[in-house]
Structure formats: C-alpha cells, structure tokens
C-alpha cells in the first residue's frame, strides 16, 4: 500500500492487544452503565469507537462477526431488546470497513469528523429500535454521544496505535 508522505510505518498490531483493548472497552461500557449517572444518554459508547477503530485498522482480524458477538454481549448486560446493540453494532463495523482504506488517507482529527456520521448511525438505529420496542425517547441529550465518541476519536487512535509505533531510525540511508 502507498503511504502518505510523513505517515510513520506501523509494527503488526498483536492480536492480544487488539482483544484486550475491546474486552476493556467492553468492561468500561458495563461499568459507565453501573457508574454514578447509570445509563444517561449523553455518555460515549467506548465499546463503539474501539470496534469502529479496529474495524478501520485491522478489517481481517475485526469484523461484523465480532462486532455482533460484543453487541450481543452488551444487550445482555443491558438488558435491552436482545439485538439492539447487536444490530448497531454491526452497522457500525460494516461502514467503517466500507471506508477504512478512504479514511486512512485522512490526518486523524479528519478521520473524527468521518467517522461522526458512523456514530450518528450507530445511535440512531438503537433509538429507532427501542422505540419500536415499546421504550421510551431518552432525551435529546443523546445527540451528544455521537459527538463525543468523533471529539475522543484521536485520543483513541493516538492510545491504540501507541504499541505499532517504531523508535524514529536515524539511518538516512533507509527510507523505511
């Protein structure tokens, strides 16, 4: 693949990393659930940006299989119609693997702005799918999580990609 002038090669992303980081992200969302404001609407889904990360860096290793099994995972732990999650979720991943090799052209505080509409969607169709469940509108506060998961989208690229980053080489000689 051509890289982008002044883009920093990567070391290959260890799998355990990669999993680790969506299981903590996983356990940060059930305990953002359980915290002090409980399931308020306005709060980021940290769950959401790490698949949506992986899914952009890593399609091969993380998919719309996995993003259904964690989905599957967080409805059960939320106790919402069984699928809802499941469903966003996969959306979710599917998109951000639909443009991954799009948005990796793109400085990271571009790619937040790219992968806001994924949220917005993401969010949308769990609203849409509570709401034809029989629940109730949360607020118009939940616009905000959207907004928050593309604000804290290069705070999570800069913490994900920290392992993949090489020591700079000071050999002239070699380009790579």
Known sequence: MIMRQGQ??????????????????????????????????????????VLVFWSVHQPQRVGIGTAFLFGIAMDVHTSALLGQHALAYTVLSFLAIA??????????????IQVFPLFLVAHSLE????????????????????????VLWPLVS???????????????????
């Open 99 to 112: 443009i991954h090799r799009r948005l990796l052209w793109f400085s990271v505080p571009s790619q937040a």
């Open 8 to 49: 920093q090669l990567l070391l290959p992303a260890n799998p355990l990393f990669i999993w680790g980081s969506l299981l903590i992200a996983l356990l940060l969302n059930m305990f953002q659930n359980m915290g002090l404001w409980g399931r308020a609407a306005w709060t980021p889904d940290a769950l959401a940006l």
């Open 127 to 150: 609203l849409l799918i509570r709401l034809i469940g029989g629940g109730v509108f949360p607020s118009f506060w939940m616009i905000a999580a959207p907004v928050i998961e593309a």
């Open 158 to 176: 800069v913490v994900l990609l920290l392992p993949q980053t090489r020591a700079p080489d000071p050999d002239a000689n070699r380009p790579l």
